[in-house]
């Protein structure tokens, strides 16, 4: 692990060298490696256990840096850039000949991004290629949104790991394709979809549950506790079986005597609650307890995203629901 402060200069030398970095971006941790090389991506999928047919983010360090790679893009996808580069916004365009097949799992498109984490950029554009980067965590399991979640999941798989702190969205970036010129939300995430709408009207959401792959962030299952998650009410005080369960609250504290409670936002600040989503998860899921139970939070604005992230989460354990 190094400092993001001063770790900058080795971090982009291992990019560059073919090793795998993980880095700060405002949504969660990313694992990087070198877009251009086939065998770096490959290091990818090895170290996260991700399956081949889930394609990789490539992240540019300035929206400048999209037409050098792929030439010119649609006007839709075009007037996004503009508006919400950098920042936590992905964009299908077509797969440049640039960019080996792995990192698109075989696609002719390709997922892009220019994130909004000075430490971020300033590695992609000191590595000098464009960045393919997955979340930092294995497969299925939950996104990393502390350098410490990385190395507690994915240890001496990554070279290194540069700590830029706790991240500021704290879930995933939205994923659009807008290359027909009517935007779909592929998968919800850190950009809400009403922000979308206020710059490019009407959009359509594809919650793409069905479990086709158009983006494995969005398989029913995912994002998942190794400790079972169910979706309840905040009302009801847990059944008194001695059973030791949490609970993740949006904002009261929940009655009852649980083993562990965390709050997601005391004030009742969605932006606060989707910062801190994984960071609490991945504190129930250490305090030793045989189940946790996640309360929705408002299903507006950035709350879409993260009753997204809880009902799939919860899906792993209770398929039918
Ligand atoms: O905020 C984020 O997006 C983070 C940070 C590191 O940038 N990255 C991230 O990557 O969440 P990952 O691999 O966990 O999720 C990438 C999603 C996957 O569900 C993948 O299927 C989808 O992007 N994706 C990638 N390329 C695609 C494509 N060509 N068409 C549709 N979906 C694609
Ligand atoms: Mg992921």
Redesign the pocket.
Known sequence: MLPADSGIAEAASVLRTGGLVA?P????????ANALDARAAARIFEA?A?PS???????LADAAELEKLVGAVPAAVAALTERFWPG?L?L?VD?PAAIPPI???G?????V?V?DNAY?RALIAEAGVPVA?????RFGQL?PTRAEHVVRGLGAAVDVVLDGGPTR?G?????V?ARDGRPVV??L??LPVEALEEAVGPVTVRPGSSGQ???????AA?YAPRTPLRLASGGEPPAADGVRRGFLAFRDRPAGDWAAVEVLSAAGDLTEAAARLFDALHELDAAGVAEILVEPVPEVGVGRAVNDRLRRAAATWHPAA
Do not use: Q, W
């Open positions: 880095f971006t405002e949504t969660v941790y990313g694992l990087g996260k991700r047919f889930d394609p990789l983010i490539t992240h936590p992905t299908i797969r990192v698109t799992s696609l002719p498109t390709m997922a991004r994130p971020a980067a997955p979340s930092a965590n996104s969205c879930i995933e970036s939205t994923i394709d592929l998968r995430g850190a792959p158009v983006a494995p962030g969005t398989l995912h």
